[in-house]
T-cell receptor
């Protein structure tokens, strides 16, 4: 089975801190994604990466950056955490595929609940 | 733009009841449609999908039919179990979108009581 591992299940940080959220997948997937999940808003895409050293902004990139130095690891960085970044963060990965219709095979990690005080 | 609208939850049912979770979408052309499920403490998992009009996706007793005329993809199950308690997300991939992004609805929590 594909495994997507997020380094922390719960994280508490203070306003202004630099925060790193780590995600590792073990299936050699090219594409990786970071979403945040908020009640009533569903999942919103923050950043995604087609492949190593490649990144694209999602729908809500402000206040975040990412790093993809190795294929298996995709890091989400909060340069200066703020209280409105308190959320559940979900990492996902998938194989690159030629056909749009089959791009649903996202594999998700179990999430990191971040609280910024 | 592209969007997905789901019925608000929570939906509370007794075991063996019939389930419907409504989902409608807005998109130009023919998106691919999906249902994902999130069990407590876990990440999302793909439940079922449909890639063209009138397709029916099915898995684990759940079904959803891609209805172009009503722009809907409602999730149904004939007899729910306690183990079906989870959050269900409807999602779409915009047609001819090369970014591999999924657009999710807000999620519907299902609680099944014994």
């Amino acid at each position: 089975d594909v495994k997507v591992t997020q380094s922390s299940r719960y994280l508490v940080k203070r306003t202004g801190e630099k925060v790193f959220l780590e995600c590792v997948q073990d299936m050699d997937h090219e594409n990786m994604f970071w979403y945040r999940q908020d009640p009533g808003l569903g999942l919103r895409l923050i950043y995604f990466s087609y492949d190593v050293k490649m990144k694209e902004k999602g729908d809500i990139p402000e206040g975040y950056s990412v790093s993809r130095e190795k294929k298996e690891r995709f890091s989400l960085i909060l340069e200066s955490a703020s209280t409105n970044q308190t959320s559940m963060y979900l990492c996902a990965s998938r194989n690159r595929d030629t056909y749009f219709a089959t791009n649903e095979k996202l594999f998700f990690g179990s999430g990191t609940q971040l609280s910024v005080l | 733009g592209n969007s997905v609208t789901q019925m608000e939850g929570p939906v509370t049912l007794s075991e063996e009841a019939f389930l419907t979770i409504n989902c409608t979408y807005t998109a130009t052309g023919y998106p691919s449609l999906f249902w994902y499920v999130q069990y407590p403490g876990e990440g999302l998992q793909l439940l079922l999908k449909a890639t063209k009009a009138d397709d029916k996706g099915s898995n684990k007793g759940f079904e959803a039919t891609y209805r172009k005329e009503t722009t809907s993809f409602h999730l149904e199950k004939g007899s729910v179990q306690v183990s079906d308690s989870a959050v269900y997300f409807c999602a779409l991939t915009p047609p001819m979108d090369s970014s591999y992004k999924l657009i999710f609805g807000s999620g519907t929590r299902l609680l099944v009581r014994p």
